[in-house]
């Protein structure tokens, strides 16, 4: 794929479904030892396009999503990338054990694509929600877990997964006319958080669909005084340590903001790098509260759940004055 302005701009209009789907015949035409396989869902993972471009290298299980998961590791076994495609938390929930038994324990070349995570499926319902997997999943060794902010990244972390030797979950978010975070070409390493925004008084750390959500909030902060920084954490496993303890050496507040449950995601990955160091910052965690969410569509549930810009915006604004009052006093 040749990345121009032009190209951003298609990859975010067609949104995360659509450029995986690309990314994967990319992947197919030059990469002859990857194969995908999907659990009845192959045209919702955008995957029926390579199934009929490479028939010889495309398995449709069914409604087998376990199935799907231990024939993709003998695959591995076999010197093949295999690429298993469904819901997040079908892929998560669903295939936990095999996934860990089959797939991490033994560290295969298995890639683990999970489509419409956090509350992205809408009126789908609580079912369907995928808002505990990357605590599922981050707690397993070996797992490489990359959440793409826009259409670009879907792409590089597509190519990241192929080229890395061992078991990946690729979590991709929803939607189409996506508003892009990058407008130009620039450096994906697996395990290096991209600095968006400098800024002195706080640090944001997005990922997934909220970094563009970050950006924006950090937009009426600034109209309001406070200098944020903006990271997109576009890897949730293995977490950039070093750009976090800069940020809590350079920073007096750390945000965390992700549309998955505030325990076991990217807060409490945060948490726990904080949690060792000495003066460590006040950490602030936005995100889906610990409780099942009612339904909705997409939009609406992250507005009822305080996850639009400017919900994001006057939540840091307030941690942000109680921060500074403590401090004032102390």
């Known amino acids: 794929m040749n990345i121009d302005a032009s190209s951003i701009k298609k990859c975010n209009e067609i949104g995360f479904r ?15 030892n990857v194969a995908v396989l999907a659990a009845d869902l192959a045209d919702a993972c955008r995957v029926t396009e390579f199934s009929r471009r490479f028939p010889d290298r495309f398995f449709q299980v069914g409604i087998a999503e376990q ?36 797939v991490a324990y033994p560290r295969l070349n298995v890639k683990v694509l999970g489509i419409d995570s956090g509350v ?24 490489v877990i990359i959440c793409p902010a826009d259409g670009l990244e879907v792409i590089k972390a597509a190519w990241a ?5 061992g078991p990946v979950y690729l979590r991709l978010s929803g939607g189409k006319n996506l508003q892009g975070v990058y407008d130009k070409d620039y450096p994906f390493e ?24 970050t950006l924006d909030a950090a937009k009426v902060l600034q109209g309001r005084g406070i200098h944020a920084r903006v990271i997109n954490m576009h890897t949730i496993k293995p977490i950039d340590e070093e750009i976090i303890k800069k940020a809590a050496r350079e920073t007096g507040l750390i945000v965390t903001i992700e549309e998955h449950n505030i325990i076991g995601g990217l807060g409490s990955a945060v948490a726990e790098i904080l949690a060792e160091l000495d003066n460590r910052p006040r950490q602030l965690r936005i995100g889906l509260p610990d409780e099942f969410v009612h339904i ?12 639009t810009y400017k919900q994001i915006a006057e939540k840091i604004l307030k941690n942000f004055e109680d921060t500074n009052l403590v401090k004032n006093i102390g």
């Open 18 to 32: 659509d450029c995986f789907g690309q990314a994967i015949l990319d992947i197919g035409e030059n990469c002859p």
């Open 296 to 307: 909705g569509s997409h939009d609406e549930i992250l507005a009822r759940q305080g996850l």
């Open 67 to 102: 199935n799907m998961v231990g024939i993709a590791s003998g695959l591995a076994l076999g010197g093949m990338i295999a690429f298993t495609t469904t819901f997040a938390t079908f892929a998560s929930l669903r295939c936990c054990e095999q996934v860990r038994t089959d």
């Open 120 to 143: 992205a499926t809408g009126t789908l319902g609580a079912t369907h929600y995928a808002i505990e997997d990357i605590g599922v999943l981050r707690c397993m060794p070996n797992m």
């Open 190 to 213: 697996i395990g290096k958080a991209v600095t968006l925004k400098e800024g002195r008084d706080v640090t944001i750390i997005a990922t997934g669909l909220m970094v563009t959500r």
């Open 161 to 165: 997964a192929v080229e890395y030797d």
